[in-house]
C-alpha cells in the first residue's frame, strides 16, 4: 500500500499557476504533478480534469492576503498618517498578487473554453465590494477624500491592473516608476489630517 501523499490543494495550485506561466496551457497534468512530487492520480483526485485545474489555478489566486490586510487594517484604523501606510501596503499587496495572476489571466482569455463568467463576476464582484467597504470606512474615519467608495474601489482596481499591464507589456510609458504610480495614486485617496495652528 502506497504512502498517501500529504499536499495540500493550495501546493497543487501555485504548482500548476508556475507550470502554466512558463509552458502555457499546453502544460500537462503530469508535469505539475512532477513538480509537486506526487502521482498524476494525487491531482485528478483533487481536480477532475486539466481545465478544472487550469481553472482553480487562475480562480484562486491568494486573494486571502490582502482581504486579510482590509480586515486588519479596519480593526486597527489609526491615525491619518497610519492611513496613508496603509493604503500604500494595500497597493502594493495588491500589486503582487495581480503580478502573478496575470499572465494566467491572459492565457485563460485567450482560451475561451476556459473561460468561467460566473466565477469571474463573482470574483470581480466580491473584490469591488471589500475593497468599497474598506474605503467606506476610511472615509468616514476621515482618512479618506469623501467620495462615493463604489467609484474610488473601481478606480484603485482599474489603476492597480493597469500598470501591471504596462509592466507585462515591458516598459513603462512616460517614464513613470511603478512606485511613484503607487505614491500618486494614494495621494488622490488620501486626506492628510488638518494641521494644528500654532498658539
Known sequence: MARPQAITDEEVLAAARAVFSSRGISATVE????????????????????????????????????????AQQQQQRRGAGHARAALTELAHTMLD????????????????????????IA????????????FQGEIAAG????????VAARIWLGALRHIVMIETLGSSLDGLSTEQFVEGLV?????????????
Open 123 to 134: 470574483r470581480a464582484t466580491w473584490m469591488t465590494r471589500s475593497l468599497t467597504e474598506y
Open 97 to 120: 498578487a495581480a503580478r502573478k495572476m496575470m499572465p494566467l489571466i491572459m492565457m485563460k482569455l485567450a482560451n475561451p473554453s476556459m473561460v468561467d463568467r460566473e466565477g469571474a
Open 187 to 199: 495621494d488622490m485617496f488620501y486626506k492628510p489630517a488638518p494641521k494644528r495652528k500654532r498658539r
Open 31 to 70: 508535469e505539475i504533478a512532477e513538480r509537486c512530487h506526487v502521482g498524476v492520480a494525487t491531482i485528478f483526485r483533487r481536480f477532475p480534469t486539466k481545465q478544472a485545474l487550469f481553472t482553480a489555478a487562475t480562480n484562486l489566486v491568494s486573494d486571502t492576503e490582502w482581504s486579510q490586510f482590509l
Open 143 to 150: 482618512h479618506m477624500i469623501a467620495v462615493d467608495p463604489r
